[in-house]
């Protein structure tokens, strides 16, 4: 019974910044990845970034420089820091994560998404 759980979404101005957070809870065993995903209106869902419990982090090219992706392990936590927005990065962000739960059953569980505009 593990659940995503996100917050951090809403308006923003061109070159602003927004920080979302993904918290994963229930019978987790271990987290293997986590990440972010989105999906803008007509389009298909795409990676945004995620990162290992080892810190080995993947960038959507759009958005490299600009997000920073990052995990606290101790509490099944992902973060998405998102600096100089732009109206393109406009979408519905989902976190993802792929985890082995209290069973061992490893598998990828994903959040209900929170909407992301950025509008001057």
């Known amino acids: 019974q593990v659940q995503l759980v996100e917050s951090g979404g809403g308006l923003v101005q061109p070159g602003g910044s927004l920080r979302l957070s993904c918290a994963a809870s229930?019978?987790?065993?271990?987290?293997?990845?986590m990440g972010w995903y989105r999906q803008a209106p007509g389009k298909q869902r795409e990676l945004v970034a995620t990162?290992?419990?080892?810190?080995?982090?993947n960038y959507l090219d759009f958005v490299k420089g600009r997000f920073t992706v990052s995990i606290d392990n101790a509490k099944n936590t992902v973060y998405l820091q998102m600096n100089s927005l732009r109206p393109e990065d406009t979408a519905v962000y989902y976190c993802?994560?792929?985890?082995?739960?209290?069973?061992?059953?490893?598998?990828?569980?994903w959040g209900q998404g929170t909407q992301v505009t950025v509008s001057s």
């Open positions: 993802n994560a792929l985890l082995a739960d209290a069973w061992g059953t490893v598998k990828d569980y």
């Open positions: 229930g019978s987790i065993f271990s987290i293997y990845r």
């Open positions: 990162i290992t419990s080892g810190g080995s982090t």
